[in-house]
């Protein structure tokens, strides 16, 4: 029961930090200091496109984990 409560005060917190952000337009202040390192455009690739990373990694592992399970034998 507590988990549950810690994790929707979380959520309301991070909303409302969010909200103030942007009524304060930090997005706009964000978006005036892009990264101009290549070290910190990977990062930003990375972070865009980190749900397709997931997803195709997913499907590799598995079928990678799957036959060696079945080789080695379940325990």
Do not use: C, K
């Amino acid at each position: 029961m507590f988990l549950y409560f810690r994790g929707s005060v979380l959520t309301l917190l991070g909303l409302a930090i969010a909200r103030t952000a942007i009524r304060y337009s930090a997005d706009q202040w964000i978006s005036r200091h892009e990264p101009d390192h290549p070290v910190g455009n990977g990062i930003g690739w990375l972070g865009r496109h980190s749900l397709a990373i997931y997803l195709v990694h997913q499907p590799v592992l598995l079928s990678l984990i799957l036959p060696l399970t079945n080789w080695l034998g379940q325990p």
